[in-house]
DNA sequence: TCTGGGGTCCTAGGACCC
DNA sequence: TCTGGGGTCCTAGGACCC
């Protein structure tokens, strides 16, 4: 019998950082601000000191925190006021302002990723990586995995990687991705919840759509609109609606889930089909008024993701640019050259040229650098010779004010 | 008091080829 | 000369996820 797991880390971004700052424990904590005061707590530490004797009156608070952002994570008592992640700092900052607020250290987190996934590595083999903090285990032919639905083997994995990195985890088991995934929430934090094909009716069809992974909040919207609140109302729509409603991928797709049903495999190794970097200015620049200023940013970010395809070896030969304007709106412009390249003047020079064919009288609050069609450098494919392809001419500039970057 | 950064996948139209 | 269908690549936008 097929079981597969899905593990998610509780809070990870926030229970890192309280490894670090043990003093933290029990209170509301944020990640996701600025660097200062903290940097400054570090610096008074007095000779000999650690981290963990920073005072707690020294951190920096919700409310002193001014400035664009959004959380990223939130401790368990600074959830209990409304705070989630994805929220905007100030909003936070109302619901809860004593609550404290740490920088982002990715690099820190990345460290703890790599180290709790190898332990799970050691126990069982077919591991899918769905980010820094969660994975999916494939328990079928693991020794064990099938012991009390695959309940044993959760909770070895989970307290291997207690005992490694003083981190907590939740584990849902069951037939496929889909239900583990959903299962691994219904236990929260250090929890285990084990879940069979039978249990359908009475643990996933109550649930909200929402919680299925892929209806998102416009699919979730729409399915309202229908009068579809949970995956049992979707399960009691015959497919033809479905497919009539929502297209024939689509449709097709919420009856299999809505059933519970999908054999979509655990997939170990992948290889990255774009990278980018882009930033939020502290506040808005126009294109003209801005000008220097944007054109030094955008030199940096292309800079920084040359070294990023160069430190991870690969190339690529479509070139995108991204910008946000002041009203949220999204535009993309892309170029694919001739040859693969993972030069910042090449990219520098080719996003110039996207930048040239989108409109830019609005205020931008986020500039973005993409290159996608990825291939790993020195493989055959980014060594064919150029000019192979079908020759396109480049698209037309239609931005003057452009001109300028 | 607005809303980060890094991704994947899908759709849809047009170009171009067979 | 006209008609057509399939396949692939390119581009833009959007939904969704962590």
Not at 16 to 45: N, S
Not at 109 to 122: G, H, M, P, T, V
Not at 124 to 132: I, K
Not at 168 to 195: D, H, Q, R, Y
């Amino acid at each position: 019998m097929r079981r597969i797991a899905h593990l998610d880390m509780d809070a990870f971004y926030a229970s890192v950082e309280l490894l670090r700052y043990p003093q933290l424990k029990g209170l509301p904590v944020v990640i996701g601000g600025g660097r200062r005061r903290v940097d400054e707590a570090i610096r008074d530490l007095p000779e000999g000191g650690t981290l963990a004797d920073i005072p707690v009156a020294a951190f920096p608070l919700l409310k002193d925190y001014t400035g664009r952002g959004v959380i990223t994570t939130a401790t368990y008592p600074a959830r209990q006021f409304g705070i989630g992640s994805a929220m905007g700092l100030m909003k936070a900052a109302k619901l809860c302002p004593q609550a404290i607020i740490l920088p982002v250290d990715f690099d820190e987190y990345r460290r703890y990723s790599r180290a709790f996934k190898n332990i799970i590595l050691e126990v069982a083999p077919l591991m899918e990586d769905r980010g820094v903090d969660e994975v999916y285990i494939d328990f079928t032919d693991v020794p064990g995995g099938q012991r009390d639905g695959g309940r044993s083997l959760a909770r070895l994995i989970q307290t291997a990687i207690f005992d490694a990195t003083g981190l907590t985890c939740s584990i849902g088991v069951a037939p496929n991705k889909l239900i583990a995934k959903m299962a691994s929430e219904f236990n929260k934090p250090n929890g285990i919840s084990v879940v069979y094909e039978h249990d359908l009716e009475t643990r996933i069809w109550p649930l909200p759509c929402r919680k299925v992974n892929g209806i998102g909040p416009k699919a979730d919207e729409k399915l309202k609109r229908f009068g579809i609140e949970t995956v049992g109302q979707l399960a009691a729509r015959d497919r033809d609606w479905l497919v009539a409603t929502f297209g024939k991928a689509t449709g097709a797709w919420m009856h299999e889930v809505a059933w519970g049903r999908d054999n979509r495999p655990v997939v170990t190794e992948s290889e990255p089909v774009s990278m980018s970097r882009e930033t939020t200015f502290d506040r808005d620049l126009h294109a003209v008024r801005d000008r220097a200023e944007l054109g030094a940013i955008f030199t940096h970010l292309c800079e920084q993701l040359a070294a990023d395809l160069q430190r991870k070896g690969y190339v690529g030969k479509t070139i995108g640019i991204k910008l946000r304007y002041d009203d949220f709106k999204i535009a993309t412009r892309d170029q694919t050259i001739e040859r693969f390249t993972s030069d910042a003047k090449t990219i520098r020079h080719t996003g110039g040229l996207c930048l040239k064919r989108v409109p830019l009288e609005r205020p931008l609050r986020l500039l973005g650098v993409r290159v996608g069609a990825l291939a790993k450098a020195g493989s055959p494919e980014a060594m064919a010779p150029a000019g192979t392809g079908v020759h396109r001419a480049a698209p037309e500039a239609v931005s003057t004010t452009a001109s300028l970057f």
